[in-house]
């Protein structure tokens, strides 16, 4: 019986990713959901207590690839030396290359189709926990490296957070090819790499 149920929770997200995607949340309908999905409109709050709730599941994926990432480039625990080498352009931008492509559609969900949801203002979220993660990145590099200069303002790594999203933001919106979505990766990794370089003299 559990297994009917996963079954059928997980058909009601898979047409409820298609909808949001051609509605937005705003126009989507709960209604149409439950009856492409095969399920009782009464039934699908047995599911989800609500189209917000549902929403989100939806997206909860690329929302966790998101923060995970985050806590790999700036989690106290990581070294800056080490986010500082040559080799990080490579890395950090083929990273992000397949986490966009793979990622494609929720992405186009959570950026242009949340007006009117929970999710509506997550850019601001993510890029506010974004600023309080590199501030504690630094001050523990600064125990880790006490020549390193550490004396960058909240507001410069607040827009640096904003630039990054606002980046793959637009290279979603343009659906950039994959070698152009590739290049300007990696000239936005050179930048930010020697632009951290340069701001904290290391």
């Not at 990054?164 to 930010?192: A, G, S, W």
């Amino acid at each position: 019986m559990q297994v009917i149920k996963e079954d059928k929770r997980r058909s009601i997200v898979r047409v409820a990713t298609s909808h949001f995607k051609k509605y937005g949340f705003l126009k989507a309908s709960m209604r149409d959901i439950a009856k492409e999905a095969g399920v009782g409109v009464g039934n699908m709050y047995n599911y989800f207590t609500s189209k917000d709730e549902l929403f989100r599941v939806v997206v909860q994926p690329v929302i966790d690839v998101a923060y995970a990432k985050l806590e790999e480039y700036h989690g106290v625990y990581r070294d800056i030396k080490d986010s500082l080498e040559p080799g990080f352009i490579d890395y950090g931008s083929e990273s992000m290359f397949q986490i966009i492509k793979k990622n494609r559609m929720l992405l186009e969900i959570l950026f242009f189709k949340a007006q009117g949801s929970s999710l509506e203002h997550f850019d601001e979220e993510f890029t506010e926990r974004s600023t309080e993660c590199v501030l504690k990145w630094l001050d523990k590099n600064k125990d880790l490296h006490p020549e390193m200069n550490s004396n960058i303002s909240r507001f410069s790594i607040h827009m640096q957070s904003v630039f990054m999203f606002t980046l793959i933001r637009e290279m979603v919106m343009h659906r950039l090819p994959d070698d152009e979505m590739r290049k300007v990766l990696q000239e936005y990794y050179q930048l930010e790499i020697f632009g951290w370089r340069e701001l904290t003299r290391m």
